[in-house]
């Protein structure tokens, strides 16, 4: 999959993240795309639904990531 595929999805702006730009969750593949400020873009798979709607309480939007998705899931690069 190309970055320009994993736009077709609605994005969910991260506001305050010195790291993350935004994020796209899929319920249908349960598959999470995360933007990076610097121009990477992953997509992590197997990903529950509850996960996506938490991170989008958590106070802290990196720690959260960095707690519960990163490293837990399976990961792939999207190609640019």
Do not use: Q
């Not at 798979?45 to 938490?54: D, F, G, R, Y």
Request: with cysteine; hydrophobic share 35%; net charge negative.
């Amino acid at each position: 999959m190309s970055m320009s595929e994993s736009f077709e999805k609605p994005w969910v702006v991260v506001k305050g993240s010195s790291n993350i730009a935004a994020y796209a969750y899929d319920e249908k593949t349960e598959e999470l795309t995360v933007k990076f400020h610097n121009g990477g873009v992953y997509t992590y798979s197997e990903v529950p639904l509850e996960l996506p709607k938490e991170w989008e309480m958590a106070s802290s939007k990196g720690r959260y990531f960095h707690l519960v998705i990163k490293g837990k899931f399976p990961c792939r690069k999207l190609e640019e």
